[in-house]
C-alpha cells in the first residue's frame, strides 16, 4: 500500500501536502477503496526520512477533511473514495522570494482540497525551465501555471510552449506571452504602465530631486518593459536620469533617488547611503520594487512600488477552478514613506 505514496524532494511543496495529494490521487485513480488500510505512520517516517509530525498533520488533516477514520490499536483507513475528479497543478516559478510564497500561499489556499500541486523551482534558468515541463508531461497534469522570467534564453519560448503543453491547460502568471504568441489564460503585470504610473503618482515627492537613477542589473530576468517606463517618465518630466548596473561601484550623488529591483541591491544601497552621511528622504531617495514587511520598519519606512501578489495567487487558482483562457491585468500600488 506504500508505493502509492509519492513524496518528491525536488518539488516545493511541503512533505504533509504531498502526503495528503497522494492519497487524494490514488482515490481517484482507484488504486484504494473504502475500507482499505493505509500505511502506518511508523512506515511512511521510514520509508522517506520525514518526520513523524509531517505524517501525523497530513492524516489529522484527511481525518477532518472525512476521507479517513483512525481505528484504535489497528490504524488508519480510507472512510470516503467518493470523490469529484480534482485538478492536478504543475507550478513553475523562476525563483524563490518572499513575494512568490504569497502568491503559493494564496494559490494554494484558494484551491484547497480541489486540486493537487505539484511545485517546482528553475531559478532563471531557461534549460532547467524547459527540462521541468518535458519531465511533467509524463505526470498527467491538468493544469500547467508557469512563470516566464529568464536571466538569458528563452527566445524560443512561444515555440516551445505551444509544442510542450496544450493552450487549454497552460495558465501564465506575471508576464504576458507576445501578442504574436498562443492565446493563453494569464494574470499578468503591465510593467511598463505600472512603473510610468507610480512615477507620476509620486511625481509631487520627486520633485525636490534632479536625478534618478534605476538599479538594473545587466544580466537580469527583469522585464525590459520596466526600463521603458522608467525612460519615458524620465524623458515626459524632464528629469536627469541614468542606469545602474552594479550598485557595488556606484559613487552616490546628492539631489539623486535610486530605484532597486532586487533586494540584495537595496542592502548594498543602504549601506552606502549610510556610509555617505547623505540624509535619506532629503539628499538621497529610495523606491523600491515590492513590498516586504521590513520595508515598512527600514529606515523610518522605504517607499515601495509592487503589484498584489495575493491577489495574482486568487486569479491564478480561480483559472484552475473556471477553466476558460481569459487574460487579467493585475493591480499595481504605490506606498509612500519617508525614504523619498
Known amino acids: 500500500m506504500i508505493d502509492f505514496i509519492d513524496i518528491k524532494e525536488t518539488s516545493k511543496v511541503p512533505k504533509y501536502k504531498q502526503i495528503i495529494d497522494s492519497i487524494y490521487t490514488a482515490i481517484e485513480n482507484g488504486d484504494v477503496r473504502a475500507s482499505d488500510k493505509l500505511p502506518s505512520v511508523n512506515e511512511l517516517l521510514i520509508e522517506f526520512d520525514i518526520s513523524r509530525d509531517t505524517v501525523v498533520r497530513a492524516y489529522d488533516h484527511l481525518k477532518e477533511s472525512g476521507i479517513i477514520e483512525s481505528v484504535p490499536g489497528k490504524g488508519y483507513y480510507i472512510k470516503n473514495d467518493q470523490l469529484k475528479l480534482r485538478a492536478k497543478v504543475f507550478l513553475l516559478f523562476n525563483k524563490l522570494s518572499v513575494h512568490k510564497k504569497i502568491i503559493y500561499d494564496a494559490f494554494a489556499r484558494t484551491l484547497g482540497d480541489r486540486a493537487t500541486v505539484d511545485f517546482f523551482i528553475y531559478e532563471n534558468n531557461y534549460r532547467h525551465f524547459k527540462d521541468l515541463i518535458e519531465y511533467g508531461k509524463n505526470r498527467d497534469y491538468t493544469h500547467y501555471v508557469v512563470i516566464c522570467h529568464f536571466e538569458e534564453g528563452g527566445e524560443d519560448l512561444c515555440d516551445f510552449l505551444q509544442a510542450s503543453i496544450p493552450k487549454q491547460k497552460l495558465i501564465v502568471l506575471d508576464k504576458k506571452l507576445p501578442d504574436d504568441c498562443i492565446q493563453v489564460a494569464t494574470v499578468f503585470q503591465e510593467f511598463e504602465k505600472n512603473i510610468y504610473d507610480a512615477l507620476v503618482e509620486l511625481n509631487p515627492k520627486l ?45 552616490l550623488e546628492p539631489d539623486t533617488v535610486y530605484i532597486n529591483l532586487k533586494e540584495d541591491d537595496l542592502v548594498i544601497l543602504i549601506k552606502k547611503i549610510n556610509a555617505s552621511g547623505l540624509v ?7 523606491i523600491s520594487y515590492n513590498d516586504t514587511p521590513v520595508k515598512e520598519i527600514l529606515r523610518d519606512g522605504i517607499t515601495v512600488i509592487s503589484t498584489d501578489f495575493e491577489n495574482l495567487g486568487r486569479q491564478a487558482a480561480d483559472m484552475v477552478l473556471e477553466k476558460g483562457t481569459r487574460s487579467v491585468a493585475n493591480p499595481f500600488y504605490v506606498i509612500s514613506r519617508n525614504s523619498l
Request: hydrophobic share 35%; with cysteine.
Open 280 to 286: 535619506l528622504g532629503k539628499q538621497v531617495g529610495i
Open 207 to 251: 520633485r525636490k530631486y534632479k536625478k534618478i537613477k534605476m538599479l538594473l542589473r545587466q544580466r537580469t530576468y527583469h522585464p525590459v518593459e520596466i526600463k521603458k517606463g522608467f525612460i519615458r517618465f524620465c524623458g515626459e518630466f524632464a528629469y536627469d536620469f541614468g542606469i545602474v548596473e552594479k550598485i557595488e561601484e556606484e559613487e
